[in-house]
Nanobody, 119 residues
Framework: VQLVESGGGLVQPGGSLRLSCAASGFTFDDYGMSWVRHSPGKGLEWVSA????????YYAESMKGRFTISRDNAKNTVYLQMNSLKPEDTAVYYCAKTSDYDNGGLDYWGQGTQVTVSS
């Protein structure tokens, strides 16, 4: 299993970023996918998840209305669109594979991509 995140960077408060995670080594459309973030101040924090076909999505309360998770099973890729970014969103964002078709436990992780929200 390989998960490769991209799309992180430096953005001003109120700005947007779109993260991508390219997956390989497993049958992508058999599994749900998640995004998790880690920051020194807050530690590890679950962000969002999406079911195998994109029919169900889940968000942490603080991300609802600002972040949107989606997936393209033809491209084996999951995305996280992040809008109205705040300094407290600064973190390393990880893509993770769930152990089932929906929002189950996480069994494989990517290497992460840094998101920095600062003026």
């Amino acid at each position: 299993v390989q998960l490769v995140e991209s799309g992180g960077g430096l953005v001003q408060p109120g700005g947007s970023l779109r993260l991508s995670c390219a997956a390989s080594g497993f049958t992508f459309d058999d599994y749900g996918m998640s995004w998790v973030r880690h920051s020194p101040g807050k530690g590890l924090e679950w962000v969002s998840a999406i079911s195998w076909n994109g029919g169900s999505t889940y968000y942490a309360e603080s991300m609802k209305g600002r972040f949107t998770i989606s997936r393209d099973n033809a491209k084996n890729t999951v995305y996280l669109q992040m809008n109205s970014l705040k300094p407290e969103d600064t973190a390393v964002y990880y893509c993770a594979k769930t152990s089932d078709y929906d929002n189950g436990g996480l069994d494989y992780w990517g290497q992460g991509t840094q998101v920095t929200v600062s003026s």
